[in-house]
């Protein structure tokens, strides 16, 4: 009976190893066990998060991924090739800084929306170019980043001062 136990055992271990090199695979496979976790992950491993924008009087509703540790932040939307209009990557960071993003390897067009820390959008870099390795900078002090579908912003006619509003 210790045989099986044992097997058990180092299945688990595998899995939860598994999950922590998720974030860097495209695959749904080391996701956590029960169905309520795997709802609260994406296919590439991250914590997914309900994101809201509220313009004018207007509120867009989105599930982003959370790419929280640097691993997840250099990663972010590369080797990707679609981008749903009702998803998205937010890159919240511990204290505002400047962000400068760039497209490497990044396969689709993205809208960079910059977000100060009072929820407001600082500025909107409108489908940054893929693969271009040139910087995509916010004007001020930052403490996220969205990124949305290339032209998504303007589809929503997301402006400067607009809030978004996330769990933290």
């Not at 136990?5 to 996701?31: D, F, K, P, W, Y």
């Not at 590439?44 to 509703?61: F, K, N, V, W, Y």
């Amino acid at each position: 009976m210790k045989a099986p136990v044992r097997l058990i055992r180092l299945s688990a271990m595998c899995v939860a190893l598994g999950s922590v090199t998720a974030c860097n695979a495209q695959s749904s496979e080391s996701a956590a066990a029960s169905p309520a976790a795997e709802a609260r992950l994406s296919e590439a491993g991250l914590e997914l998060a309900p994101l809201t924008i509220t313009s004018g009087d207007q509120t867009h509703r989105f599930t982003v991924e959370l790419a929280q540790s640097p691993e997840q932040q250099a990663r972010g939307m590369m080797f990707r090739t679609e981008l749903a209009p009702d998803k998205g990557m937010l890159f919240p960071f511990p204290t505002e800084k400047m962000a400068s993003f760039w497209m490497k390897n990044t396969v689709i067009p993205l809208d960079i929306i910059f977000i100060r820390s009072d929820g407001t959008i600082e500025s909107i870099a409108a489908r940054a170019t893929p693969y271009s390795l040139e910087p995509v900078q916010s004007g001020e002090p930052v403490a996220a980043v969205l990124e949305l579908a290339g032209g998504r912003a303007a589809e929503l006619s997301l402006q400067p001062g607009d809030r978004v509003d996330w769990l933290k």
